[in-house]
Nanobody, 120 residues
C-alpha cells in the first residue's frame, strides 16, 4: 500500500525558513515523478516543485517559489526546503507521486498534507 506522510509544517514569521519532509513507502518503483503541491484557502491546488525521473531527476519549480524553495529526495524521503517565506506561502502543503506527470490531475497518490502558516 502506497503511503505518503508529510511533516515539518507549522507557523513561521515572514522571512523565515522551514523544511518539509515526506516519507514514502509501499512503492514497487519510485514512479515518474515526486512533487510538492500546495492549496491556500479559497484557491485551487497548485504544483510548486517536482523531481522528474523520466528526465534524469530534473527538478522543476513554479515561478512563485523559484529561487526560494528547493526540492530533494533520498532514502525514501522527499524534502522541500523553503526560505524567504512570505504570507502568500501560507497553505496546506502536500507531497504526491505520479506514474504519469506531476500535475494536479495526474497525481496517483497524495499525502494528507502539512499546514504552513507565515505571519507578517
Amino acid at each position: 500500500q502506497v503511503r505518503l506522510v508529510e511533516s515539518g509544517g507549522g507557523p513561521v514569521q515572514a522571512g523565515g525558513s522551514l523544511k518539509l519532509s515526506c516519507t514514502t513507502s509501499g512503492f514497487r518503483n519510485r514512479g515518474n515523478c515526486l512533487g510538492w503541491f500546495r492549496q491556500a484557502p479559497g484557491k485551487e491546488r497548485e504544483g510548486i516543485a517536482s523531481i522528474n525521473f523520466r528526465d534524469d531527476g530534473e527538478t522543476t519549480y513554479a515561478d512563485s517559489v523559484k529561487g526560494r524553495f528547493t526540492i530533494s529526495q533520498g532514502s525514501g524521503t522527499l524534502y522541500l526546503q523553503m526560505h524567504s517565506l512570505t504570507p502568500e506561502d501560507t497553505a496546506m502543503y502536500y507531497c504526491a507521486v505520479s506514474w504519469r506527470w506531476c500535475t494536479v490531475d495526474q497525481v496517483d497518490y497524495w499525502g494528507q498534507g502539512t499546514q504552513v502558516t507565515v505571519s507578517s
